[in-house]
């Protein structure tokens, strides 16, 4: 990193404290009585490595949840749907969820629980509902038809790209051409029986192989986003996953201002242990494990308190992800013509 920037750094990390209370007392930041937004891992296995996820560095061991961590999971959060207490439930994390043999029995299983969950899904919202995402190899006839039938409110599809020579870049892999018959497939079999839900989302990373492909993205699926009232173009921001993986330099300037996700989300690791976020692959901030404690009680724990007063103070020693992460930044540009 040049000097330069690293003294702009410096700067922003010493007027951290300030900033981040001031953030603090402006959002009125409280946590809700359980967490709007949970992530449930079904598998921490996938099938591609991509140079745009950090997985390649992930270090626990690579598995499937079993059914004596996923059961108490889900007896949990129907209680919670009951109360109207959730926004969201993502089954994916760092993994592909159609790696698990058993994920359309679990999507049942967690779907059929949840029915106010499902209410908010019909806002073709994908921070509302049941949602889960894939990178698509795996899609077959059979998995595309039980997809479709499924209690899912939307379905991300990881494309990425509008060639192969992108695609390799974004996903490292030579398979665009199984991805686009594949994503054909689901949509031709959307076409042929209309459905309300799930919403499909086909998404496309932003970077700099991609900023020029958005519109080429768009034009590529049409037909069927102006088909079918249930298929959208998703277009997302890339992140650099809290410093896990490498990009262009960001601007320097910026305040430091606690990211919203220790206030709302919880994230249910294959192997029971459970993270503040999306971006702790590791669960190095482990915050408790299930089904030894409810996600009731990790969410009222002492470390989770203890996380919060971190991020209200700015005060960052020990919490690495947190340092880099673009979600506990608002950089100065944006206020910028």
């Not at 598995?63 to 749907?81: R, T």
């Not at 994916?92 to 058993?102: A, E, T, V, W």
């Not at 629980?113 to 509302?128: A, C, F, I, T, V």
């Not at 192989?209 to 959208?232: C, H, I, M, P």
Request: net charge negative; hydrophobic share 35%; proline share 7%.
């Amino acid at each position: 990193m040049p000097d330069d920037i690293q003294q702009q750094n410096a700067i922003c990390r010493l007027l951290a404290p300030l900033t981040a209370r001031g953030y603090t007392w402006l959002k009125k930041l409280k946590p809700d009585s359980f967490p709007r937004i949970v992530i449930v891992e079904t598998t921490s296995r996938c099938n591609l490595r991509c140079p745009i996820c950090p997985r390649d560095k992930m270090k626990r061991q690579a598995g499937d949840m079993p059914p004596e961590i996923f059961e108490p999971v889900v007896d949990e959060l129907a209680k919670h749907d009951e109360r109207e207490e959730l926004e969201l439930v993502i089954l994916h994390f760092f993994g592909d969820p159609l790696m698990h043999p058993r994920i359309i029995d679990m999507i049942e299983q967690i779907g059929s629980r949840l029915p106010n969950l499902r209410k908010l899904g019909e806002q073709r919202d994908p921070m509302r509902g049941l949602s889960t995402s894939t990178n698509a190899l795996l899609l077959d006839e059979d998995k595309v038809e039980a997809l479709l039938d499924s209690k899912l409110t939307w379905l991300g599809i990881a494309m990425d790209a509008t060639s192969e020579m992108i695609y390799r870049s974004m996903h490292g892999s030579k398979k665009w051409d199984m991805l686009v018959h594949n994503v054909e497939c689901l949509l031709e079999a959307n076409a042929a029986r209309p459905r309300h839900l799930p919403t499909i989302g086909l998404q496309i990373i932003q970077t700099a192989d991609t900023a020029a492909e958005t519109e080429t993205f768009r034009a590529r699926w049409e037909r069927y986003t102006n088909s079918a009232q249930n298929v959208q173009i998703v277009i997302k921001p890339f992140t650099n996953w809290a410093g896990q993986i490498d990009r262009p330099a960001a601007d320097p300037w910026y305040f430091t201002t606690p990211c919203a996700w220790p206030w709302r989300t919880l994230a249910v690791c294959s192997d029971g242990q459970v993270a503040p976020c999306c971006y702790d692959m590791d669960c190095t901030m482990r915050l408790g494990k299930v089904p030894e404690q409810t996600l009731e009680e990790i969410w009222n724990s002492e470390p989770v308190h203890r996380l919060r007063e971190q991020l209200r103070s700015g005060r960052l020693d020990g919490l690495e992800l947190c340092h880099h992460c673009d979600e506990a930044r608002t950089h100065l540009r944006r206020f910028l013509p």
